[in-house]
C-alpha cells in the first residue's frame, strides 16, 4: 500500500506541514500543523484523519494544532519532553518573535511518542526516531521510502541549535542516525523543498 502525500506552506516562517494518506482508502494523518492552517483545513474536509503528529512543539509547527484538532476530531502525538510546551509560550519559542507571532498556546497532546515506537495509522507502521539536538524532544517518523524529520536534517541543512534545548552534539548525533537509513528514503522536512538520505550524505556540508 502506497501512501500520497501533500505539502502545505504555512505561517511567515513557512513551515512545511503535511497531509499523509494512504494512496487505497483516503485515510490520512497530519504533520506539524503550524501557523495560518486555513488551506489544511480545507483540504481535510470530509476526509477521516486518524491523528496529528508532532515533530517538535516549536510555535511555528504546533500554532494551528487547536484548529485542525477541532476541524478533524482526531487526537495528538508528541515526545513527552516537550508537552509543557504546549501551553507555554516561552518554551515553545512563540515569545521570542513577536513580530512574527502572537503568543501561542494549545492543549496538551493526548499521546506520548517514544524512541523506536511503532505506531499503527491508516493501516501503515510509522516507526519514531527520538532525534534530539534541534530541541529536547524532536522526533522523526518513518515509513516505508518516507522520512518525516521535522528541523533535524534539510536540503543541504541541518537544523538550528541555539534555541533553548537545542544541543550541537546532539543534532550530529541524531543525523548520523538517520543517515542509517537506506539512500532512496525521501526526506521531508520542517522547513525547505525535499530530499534525500543518499544525496545528504554526499552533498550536506555541515553533516558527512
Known amino acids: 500500500m502506497a501512501l500520497t502525500i501533500r505539502s502545505f506552506n504555512l505561517g511567515p516562517l513557512q513551515t512545511n506541514a503535511y497531509l499523509v494518506q494512504d494512496k487505497d482508502?483516503?485515510?490520512?494523518?497530519?504533520?506539524?500543523?503550524?501557523?495560518?492552517?486555513?488551506?489544511?483545513?480545507?483540504?481535510?474536509?470530509?476526509?477521516?484523519?486518524?491523528?496529528?503528529?508532532?515533530?517538535?512543539?516549536?510555535?511555528?509547527?504546533?500554532?494551528?494544532?487547536d484548529e485542525v484538532r477541532r476541524a478533524a476530531g482526531c487526537p495528538v502525538y508528541l515526545h513527552p519532553l516537550e508537552?509543557?510546551?504546549?501551553?507555554?509560550?516561552?518554551?515553545?519559542?512563540?515569545?521570542?518573535?513577536?513580530?512574527?507571532?502572537?503568543?501561542v498556546t494549545a492543549a496538551p497532546a493526548e499521546y506520548d511518542l517514544g524512541e523506536g515506537q511503532i505506531l499503527e495509522l491508516i493501516g501503515h507502521q510509522f516507526k519514531v526516531y527520538h532525534t534530539p539536538g534541534h530541541s529536547p524532544g524532536s522526533v522523526s517518523f518513518h515509513c516505508g521510502k518516507d522520512l518525516f524529520g521535522?528541523?533535524?536534517?534539510?536540503?543541504?541543512?541541518?537544523g538550528r541549535t541555539d534555541l533553548p534545548g537545542?544541543?550541537?552534539?546532539?543534532?550530529?548525533?541524531?543525523?548520523?542516525?538517520?543517515?542509517?537509513?537506506?539512500?532512496?528514503?525521501?526526506?521531508?522536512?520542517?522547513?525547505?523543498?525535499?530530499t534525500t538520505i543518499g544525496y545528504e550524505k554526499v552533498n550536506n556540508p555541515y553533516i558527512r
Open 166 to 194: 537545542g544541543r550541537e552534539r546532539d543534532l550530529i548525533d541524531s543525523v548520523h542516525r538517520l543517515y542509517q537509513l537506506d539512500d532512496e528514503v525521501t526526506v521531508y522536512p520542517g522547513h525547505g523543498p525535499k
Open 25 to 65: 482508502t483516503g485515510r490520512g494523518l497530519i504533520i506539524d500543523p503550524g501557523m495560518n492552517p486555513g488551506s489544511l483545513i480545507r483540504a481535510i474536509e470530509g476526509l477521516t484523519i486518524e491523528a496529528i503528529l508532532l515533530t517538535h512543539a516549536h510555535f511555528d509547527h504546533m500554532a494551528g494544532v
Open 150 to 158: 521535522g528541523d533535524v536534517l534539510f536540503r543541504m541543512g541541518v
Open 83 to 103: 508537552q509543557e510546551w504546549m501551553t507555554s509560550p516561552k518554551l515553545n519559542g512563540s515569545l521570542m518573535w513577536p513580530q512574527i507571532s502572537q503568543p
